[in-house]
């Protein structure tokens, strides 16, 4: 993952991590279900990706173990949930300003398909 300190570009594992994440506190199993349901089935987070990408993020600021569960009588105790800090909202929207520039440029130079819709 890219140092939120130096501004680069972040993985697309931390990317769908933090969008889905800007909504609400999900737990692992949630993190996976919701990014495969986003990029309507073309993103597939394993076990070994989530959980390394999740470790990585806690320590660099950008996300938080949340003491939050969404019904404890329906929920397994043992489930960690997570939750996006300050610091993970600043980097998000800075990586969608970043995104933003670079489709204005393939606009500029007429690279996306009328059809797409962008």
Wanted: charged share 25%; aromatic share 4%.
């Amino acid at each position: 993952m890219a140092s939120t300190r130096d501004g680069g570009p972040l993985t697309p594992a931390v990317l769908h991590i933090l969008l889905v994440l800007s909504t609400q506190d999900r737990h692992g199993y949630g993190i996976m279900k919701q990014v495969e349901s986003d990029s309507r089935g073309k993103v597939k987070m394993g076990p070994g990706t989530l959980y390394g990408s999740i470790r990585r993020m806690t320590e660099a600021g950008l996300i938080r173990e949340s003491d939050k569960k969404i019904d404890p009588n329906l929920d397994d105790e043992r489930r960690v949930y997570y939750g996006i800090t300050a610091l993970g909202q600043q980097t998000l929207a800075a990586e969608l300003q970043r995104y933003r520039q670079v489709v204005a440029v393939a606009h500029e130079r007429s690279l996306i398909p009328k059809a797409m819709g962008i």
